[in-house]
């Protein structure tokens, strides 16, 4: 569910009509709807409310300071995979308590960072890093808490770009091998061995993936303890998918996922940790692109929006698809054709979706990209020198700009030519 419906013929955001939006911002920009945001973290929060847990968000599915500030307000913790994403979280008031540090090339700076800056676990990823994180919390005086991430070579049946759970990718120790890094691990100095972490892949459908990891998982939590290990958290990473298409089936829900968490490792007592990012801001965003042209081609017609590749990168990525609608909603059973939803980026891989059904739109009318909330203005770069999108945070009746569109001369001013030249 999100917040964004029809009324009288107009698409809103909660109570505010995106073409009041637009008006105001200019397209293409990125609209989120704050009810949204709640309700699904709520979901996940309610899913786990029999054990005792900590939801902590993805950062990387979308890091606006406001985003984050609603989500932190709200005791979400934050999982970062980078300095800057911590240094995110902290600036939009979540405790270095609350927050989890992974990713698989952390330098020793960023870990310098998150432990003078307070973390609640590093998730490491290999023995050099657990080495290094070693040296570096003894030189501070410090001990700092730490989960392994282990391979669990489970196939997350998703895009393989976004898989992370299988042997051949480049994440986590592999679990045939944990036992034995997990005694380095107590071995070395201001180290603090206190739970398991796991994260399989991005944007799972099926529940049955997880299972299996998760039954894994169990198994080398009683080997552990069996080894004189405490482990008292289970961090199960994210990566719960979402409809990306409205006349497709729905993937599990939140409720769905705790009770399956519960069945594989609920009965080891610990205190669960989980990761979900695109769940939680996926569907609580829209991105607004006006059209330019209509171009009638050999044997297909183009629609040509202001939006581009730059601006939205999950289709030419991931042969992602959105489903897009007009801001003015047509009468049922209106005429549609279908038409190549492009941008002006010159790329032919700057294409959101060929044959899609349409009504006839003209220069100048705004569409609506659902489900943009995740992985949208996050992934966004400045190709072609086109400026990055503003973004808009909406509750109720209100709106506010949390990211301004810069201007040329703002980009421009970035670049420094040398004296010699």
Known sequence: MDHFTYRGGALFAEDVPLAAIAASVGTPVYVYSAATLTRHFDQFRQALAWTDHLVCYAVKANSNLAVLRLLGGMGAGMDVV???????????????????????????????????GGIRQFNVESENELAALSEIAVSMGAAVPVAVRVNPDVDARTHAKIATGRSENKFGIPIARARQVYAAAARLPGLRVVGIDMH???????????????????DLCRALRADGHAITRLDLGGGLGIPYRRDN????????????????????GCEIEIEPGRNIVGNAGVLLASVIWTKRGEGRDFLILDAAMNDLIRPAMYDAHHDIVPLRQRPAGAPVAPVDVVGPVCETGDTFGRGVDLPPLEDGEIVAFRSAGAYGAVMASEYNSRP???????????????????????????DRIPDWL
């Open 82 to 116: 980078s300095g800057g994403e911590y240094a995110r979280a902290r600036a939009a008031g979540v405790p270095g308590g609350r927050i989890v540090f992974s990713g698989v090339g952390k330098t020793r700076a960023e870990m310098r960072a998150a432990i003078e």
């Open 200 to 218: 399989i892949g991005s944007q799972l459908t099926e529940l049955e993936p997880f299972r299996q990891a998760y039954a894994k998982m169990a």
């Open 249 to 268: 089936a729905a993937p599990p829900l939140p409720v769905e996922y705790g009770a399956m968490v519960r069945e594989t490792v609920g009965d080891l």
């Open 388 to 414: 990055l999108v503003p973004e808009v945070l909406v509750s109720g009746e209100r709106f506010a700009v949390i990211r301004p569109r810069p201007g040329i001369e703002e980009m421009l001013a970035r």
